[in-house]
């Protein structure tokens, strides 16, 4: 488990805790307290002939107002070995004390205290946006006990329990259909607001809204394992994976803090000691250099893009799982696509059969929809569905076990069985092995994936299955092009020419076909050395070991998959390739919006650090830019919550 960082760890922030009653305006009360005593202060120094200790009073309230929880955080910092942003405001802040300038010392701390107050503010909204998502699953639940339902914490629930999902409520557990049929709203969990039809069977997830029926739903996860808990801890996480500008930039503050402090003190000494100024005006200058060069607004420009990035994907249905994920996405330019499941439907079904033995269909679909019965792959369920509908019952199958990139094989009545690709026929010295080839042949012609069916001494059959393409892929691959991809293949374990004829359907650049898992990685790497940044999109399962060759893995579909959760650097929530695009023009825009902010962040301290060293500007104009130039880059950064894709 990743420890949660804060993006206040990286900013000049000091406000990142909890404040109980006061909620959010906590933050704002100490700062207005401080510029209320402030202005008390200079108001007495310089219209009323009261004695000095009344001003001083005063003043020394405004700085312990807004300075205190800045001298205390940086007392911490100090006892870790940290010299950073938090020291280099504080000591210009006393600095100005001892010289006198207690009105500007005290704008000081004002205007870091309220700047970073409403900072703080601002952030707060990018995380509310991922928050929010929590608060859509219930925290009660209907569980039925024999004939009562009882209204019982959702924390309680456990695996097998069911429970009762009434009409237009939120789902509260992640679970599958026992009774009833129901429009779903899985916005929360995909993105998409179009209400998807679940009845006995489907999977349905927390936090989702059920329509106007009543649902009776078994519980397939605890609380904290549902997909909807999971992702949330998960975008809580990825504030701690740091992408390369955020750890560039904490780099380059590690140095240049020092450095800020090393020229200011020549700054202080050297002028007065060749005659050049006063000490005083010396130390009021190197003050005001430390303020300028301050790096506040360089330190949160990054965390707050990113922050900002993640929570919009999410939003949308899409998980991030952090900055070196969202920059890296940002930088690709060819993407690999497995077909089925990604480009097609991944539901395919079983269109023709042709025996190649004296055996029955019946009996071959017996002995097919034994070895398949267990398995998840697409083709095994179009096999079952089958048997489903014609209302035949499968055998017992034993010892099943799969064959990486072949299929599945098995004990049936003291026979092994074997069913998988036509691989099979390579293999496999059987009479009927010419015969399966032409059907093989024939069937492949048109477009359709094979499957044989044969015993140790015979090929029973062969199976014809057809998938069909994603009703958005050839548009989304369109769009992809439009966007500036200059490669889209297809990658797929299915023959050559379904592989083609599907390719030249959507219009993928190119189609590598029949490929065993270590050879979908190979063709990931060749296209990495040919583009440096390389995307995979798969299903989370079958393609795990090319997600992660690839520079970025994306897994479609991951409401359904765990493994995906946990595998890919990105996943689409729910099966909406179409979201492909948006994904990556969101992280191109994070990615701008980071280099936008570093170079506000660096023009500002360009300009103010030699004008302060030349005297040529007050402190309180350089506060005033330095906090002005951190909230800038924030409310920069917050644009990417409005982020919608635009077609060129």
């Known amino acids: 488990m990743h420890q949660h960082a804060d993006a206040s760890d990286n900013s000049c922030s000091i406000h990142g805790r909890h404040h109980g009653v006061l909620g959010a ?8 307290l401080a510029g209320i005593t402030l202005l008390a202060a200079w108001l007495v120094e310089t219209l009323t002939s009261a004695p000095g200790s009344v001003h001083l009073t005063l003043y020394g309230l405004s700085y312990a107002l807004g300075g205190g929880v800045l001298f ?117 969990m995909t993105g998409e607001s179009i209400p998807v039809e679940k009845g006995v069977g489907d999977r349905i997830f927390a936090g989702s ?118 920059e890296a996405l940002g930088r690709i330019r060819a993407i690999g696509m497995d077909k089925t499941g990604t480009l097609t439907l991944g539901r395919p079904e079983l269109e023709r059969l042709e025996l190649t033995s004296s055996t029955s269909e019946q009996e071959v679909l017996e002995l097919a929809g034994a070895l398949e019965f267990q398995s998840t792959h697409p083709l095994a369920k179009a096999v079952t569905r089958t048997l489903q509908a014609r209302n035949i019952k499968a055998r017992v199958a034993e010892e099943v076990t799969t064959e990486s990139g072949i299929g599945v094989v098995g004990m049936i009545d003291g026979a092994r069985y074997r069913i998988g690709s036509d691989r099979l026929l390579a293999r496999m010295d059987l009479p009927e092995r010419d015969a399966a080839r032409e059907i093989v ?60 004829i599907v390719g030249e359907t959507l219009g993928v650049d190119a189609v590598h076909a029949e490929l065993m898992p270590e050879e979908k990685i190979e063709v990931i790497r060749r296209m990495t050395r040919e583009n440096r940044s390389v995307a995979m999109v798969g299903d989370g399962v079958n393609d795990a070991p090319a997600l992660a060759a690839a520079t970025v893995g994306i897994a479609m579909g991951a409401s359904g998959t765990d493994v995906a959760l946990e595998t890919a650097d990105i996943a689409l929530m729910g099966d909406d390739l179409g979201k492909l695009p948006f ?66």
């Open 25 to 32: 305006y906590h933050d704002l009360f100490l700062p207005t």
């Open 583 to 648: 994904t990556i023009g969101l992280s191109r825009r994070t990615k701008s919006i980071i280099e936008q902010n570093f170079l506000i962040s660096m023009g500002v301290i360009a300009a103010l650090v030699p004008v302060a060293a030349l005297g040529l500007t007050p402190m309180w104009i350089a506060v005033i830019f330095h906090e002005g130039s951190t909230l800038v880059v924030v409310a920069n950064a917050l644009r990417l919550l409005g982020y919608r894709e635009h077609l060129r």
């Open 72 to 188: 205390i955080d940086t007392m911490k910092r100090l006892g870790r070995g940290r010299f950073d942003i938090h020291f280099l405001m504080l000591v210009a802040g006393i600095g100005a004390a001892l010289l006198g300038r207690y009105a500007e010392g005290g704008l000081l701390f004002f205007l870091f205290s309220l700047g970073h107050a409403l900072e703080h503010y601002a952030m707060g909204r990018a995380r509310k946006a991922i928050r929010a998502l929590g608060s859509l699953t219930p925290r009660n639940a209907l569980r039925i006990d024999e004939h009562a339902e009882h209204l019982v914490p959702v924390e309680s629930l456990e695996v097998g329990d069911r429970i009762r999902i009434r009409s237009n409520a939120r789902i509260s557990a992640d679970g599958t259909i026992l009774e009833g049929n129901s429009a779903i709203d899985e916005s929360s």
């Open 441 to 500: 042949d024939r069937f492949q012609s048109e477009g359709r994936t094979t499957m044989i069916l044969a015993s140790e001494d015979s090929i029973l059959a062969v199976f014809a299955l057809a998938d069909q393409p994603r009703s958005n892929a050839a548009q989304t691959i369109q769009r992809l092009k439009q966007i500036g991809l200059k490669k889209i293949v297809m990658i797929t374990g299915d023959n050559r020419r379904v592989g083609d």
């Open 209 to 326: 809204l059920n329509g106007d029926q009543s649902l009776i739903l078994r519980v397939d996860k605890l609380s904290k394992d549902t997909t909807m808990a999971r992702m949330i801890t998960l975008v809580e996480e990825a504030r701690a994976n740091k992408g390369t500008s955020q750890r560039f930039t904490e780099k380059f503050t590690r140095i240049y803090v020092p450095f800020v402090l090393l020229g200011t003190i020549l700054l202080i000494t050297f002028p007065p000691l060749l005659g050049m100024l006063s000490w005083s005006e010396a130390f009021i200058r190197g003050m005001t250099v430390l303020v300028g060069a301050s790096p506040c607004a360089l330190a949160i420009s990054t965390p707050s893009a990113v922050l900002s990035g993640i929570a919009q994907a999410a939003r949308n249905g899409i998980l991030i799982k952090g900055g070196r994920q969202l």
